[in-house]
């Protein structure tokens, strides 16, 4: 499989995945003109994508889906929850139903959906398999129980979210109200808990690992990145550490 992250944190996420000829999106929180940008940017025509999974409701997760299903004809895979709580020019399109541990099979990627613990109705992340790789793309989480750990292991490539460091979200300009949301089990992931993750229970299997959905106000990627790496030199110090951005497209990986 090649994956790119087209953009991750509050102003809109989207993740390119391909293998073979499936192509498929994860979330698409993007304008959908910004989308079919960096899409061209990575050489990918966006008339050939065959699908956007959508994790949740949350508006930096599906601004763009509509524009862009409608004008390509491109199915939505998304959770009847979900899509109820969402405007109706999104619900008048093509919708797929998808739900926790059913699989769905697009071309040759299968994608398994799991419920993960964020402030929406019916938050999923996503397990994607084709031939023998296997990927694992996990945000908008604010800790990672047992369940989340299991479906997590033996992915050769982990994309996960690195939100904030505690301390600068403590102090930073957030109002409190919006700082308890952040922090709260129902939020996003810290740089901290995250590298607890990391230290004590991955299974040294990731090859590969990019840290997405990075705040600009309370983050900065060097203070996760080097969180991070000090948490995996005792279990996995030779997996390769990706850092996305906003404003950017990541680097392709394959695995």
């Not at 996420?13 to 993007?30: P, Y």
């Not at 402030?119 to 129980?145: E, Q, T």
């Not at 982990?158 to 957030?174: A, F, K, W």
Request: charged fraction near 20%; glycine fraction near 6%; charge should be neutral.
């Amino acid at each position: 499989m090649r994956l790119c992250v087209l953009g991750s944190g509050s102003g809109g996420n989207s993740t390119f995945i391909e293998h073979q000829s499936t192509r498929v999106l994860v979330d698409a929180g993007l304008r959908a003109k910004e989308i079919v940008e960096r899409l061209i940017r990575i050489n990918v025509d966006p008339s050939t994508l065959d699908g956007i999974f959508i994790s949740h409701e949350h508006h930096d997760h599906i601004s763009g889906a509509g524009p862009l299903a409608r004008k390509y004809k491109i199915p939505i895979y998304i959770s009847p929850r979900a899509l109820n709580h969402t405007s109706s020019s999104l619900q008048n399109l093509k919708n797929i139903a998808i739900g926790a541990d059913l699989p769905t099979q697009v071309g040759t990627i299968t994608v398994t959906p799991f419920s993960t613990p964020h402030d929406s109705v019916d938050p999923l992340a996503f397990a994607l398999r084709a031939g023998s790789s296997r990927v694992c793309i996990v945000s908008d989480i604010g800790f990672i129980p047992e369940a989340v750990r299991t479906r997590m292991r033996h992915s050769d490539l982990l994309v996960i979210e690195s939100n904030h460091d505690i301390e600068m979200l403590r102090t930073g300009p957030y109002p409190w109200s919006l700082k308890q949301r952040v922090m709260s089990n129902y939020g996003h992931l810290s740089n901290e808990a995250l590298a607890y993750f990391f230290s004590e229970y991955v299974d040294g299997m990731q090859r590969k690992i990019m840290l997405i959905h990075l705040s600009k106000q309370n983050n900065h990627p060097q203070i996760a990145y080097v969180s991070a790496v000090r948490a995996l030199e005792r279990n996995c110090k030779d997996a390769e550490i990706i850092i996305s951005l906003q404003d950017d497209v990541s680097d392709i990986i394959e695995v």
